[in-house]
């Protein structure tokens, strides 16, 4: 079988016939939440009254192969097909009867069912699964495209957010599409049918004018550790923010900046350097940066500001502090991430 891209899947949807098995693979739950919405309502479509009747939701590790196969095999009531979503795939053992009986319906799916399996983010694909299904790789939005996926999910919601408030709230959430929606349904609910303004996001995700978590990045990466870390109890008090998630910007913005910095000593001009770093992103199309022109912009002024050398203590004292957020003896996040913010940009002063 093909394997596809998310937009790939939803194109296929309107005008081609459906497949038999789609295995959702990739990091992006959202997005597979999307594509297991659109895959059930292409499949089950007529009389509402029997649609619930003809979709069934379930969890591998809840299921024996008898149960599965019982499952896979029911006709659709009053109907053509039927949907099952299988999630959490990746928890079958492959040496279990389930798993046998999984390959087994694989060789020889049911006409009259369409079966959607999902595997967990962060998990690699199965790639027995992916010869024999439609495959979907469902992949993280590049800057551009969450500007956009937000735009889509406020329309949705009867929403209209002004432009600063827009770019508050994707400057707080950055690329994190499972939070971007938890905001966006609040903010909706709090404007009602007026325009969300700055101030109704500031409000909600607990983030004022210089207090992001772009903000804190940036007085770190152009060395004013006082500042930065004067930011990290405002930040985070900010929804769905974490310790772990400030390490994670923090060590992405020291990479960009040693791929900018490694540029420069290889002799590449300041003023062609945005450019070039530019295309980097462009080549490996990272996920959870804002706009990549401004990135490679922001990475190329601060490599100015460090060695290559401070840069990878730097990145060795975020990966210490990750370790540390992430062990169960410890619990003082705004510690650690003051700690590090101190101790990884000691100050350099600025000349008059």
Known sequence: MGALTFDALLRTLKHDSLDSVYYLSGDEDVLKDEAIAALVARAVEGDETTRDFN????????????????????????????????????????????????????????????????????????????????????????????????????????????????????????????????????????????????????????????????????????????????????VLLQSGMTGVRIVTALGTALVGTALARAELDRGVPPARLPGVVFRHLVARRPFGLGDWKEEAARWSRWAAQWKLAELRDALRRALAADRALKSTTVSDNHAILVELLLTMSPFVPQAA
């Open 55 to 234: 979709v069934d939701r379930r969890e591998a590790a809840d299921l024996d192969p008898a149960t599965l196969r019982a499952l896979l095999d029911t006709p659709p009531l009053l109907a053509m097909t039927r949907a099952v979503v299988l999630r959490g795939v990746d928890q079958i053992r492959k040496t279990s009867g389930l798993y046998a009986e999984l390959g087994r319906y694989l060789d020889n799916p049911n006409p009259t069912t369409v079966l959607v399996l999902v595997q967990s983010a962060g998990e690699e694909p199965d790639t027995s699964i992916e010869r024999r299904a439609t495959s979907v790789s469902v992949q993280p939005l590049p800057p551009d495209r969450v500007a956009r996926w937000l735009d889509h999910r406020a329309k949705q919601l009867g929403l209209t957010i002004e432009p600063d408030g827009k770019k508050l709230l994707l400057d707080t959430v950055r690329g994190d599409l499972g939070a971007l929606a938890q905001e966006v349904d609040k903010l909706a609910a709090a404007a009602g049918s007026r325009p969300a303004t700055r101030a109704d996001v500031a409000e909600l995700v607990g983030a004022q004018r210089g207090e992001t978590l772009a903000d804190l990045i940036e007085a770190a990466l152009e060395r004013r550790p006082a500042q930065a870390s004067r930011l990290v109890e405002a």
